[in-house]
Nanobody, 121 residues
Framework: QVQLVESGGGLVQAGGSLRLSCVVSGGTISGAAMGWFRQAPGKEREFVGGISWSGTTRYVDSVKGRFTISRDNAKNTVYLQTNSMKPEDTAVYFC???????????????WGQGAQVIVSV
């Protein structure tokens, strides 16, 4: 069974940066598309961006130019670099394997605990 463990969250001031990590166990990410999602208080979980098996990335408009997704298949890890953060980026961030459709479909129904990100003004 695939397990997803996110880390790297924290409290950051507006304009600051964080690097989130997602370590996958119980399966290899090689050949898999991976996605990052977030859930703000009182809101539905939403797709943030994804990376294909070949490294092609795509992002929602609200984070384009500020967030960057990368992957290290040897470490079975996916990263989310967040720059120029805004208070509206405050959320719990999750990763998952995805079907890269429009919209992307998360594959595992066992989400990790997520990484809490709080952006202060």
């Amino acid at each position: 069974q695939v397990q997803l463990v996110e880390s790297g969250g924290g409290l950051v001031q507006a304009g600051g940066s964080l690097r989130l990590s997602c370590v996958v166990s119980g399966g290899t990410i090689s050949g898999a598309a991976m996605g990052w999602f977030r859930q703000a208080p009182g809101k539905e979980r939403e797709f943030v961006g994804g990376i294909s098996w070949s490294g092609t990335t795509r992002y929602v408009d609200s984070v384009k130019g500020r967030f960057t997704i990368s992957r290290d298949n040897a470490k079975n890890t996916v990263y989310l670099q967040t720059n120029s953060m805004k208070p509206e980026d405050t959320a719990v961030y999750f990763c998952n394997t995805i079907i890269p459709s429009v919209p992307p479909i998360p594959i595992s129904d066992r989400w990790g605990q997520g990484a809490q990100v709080i952006v202060s003004v």
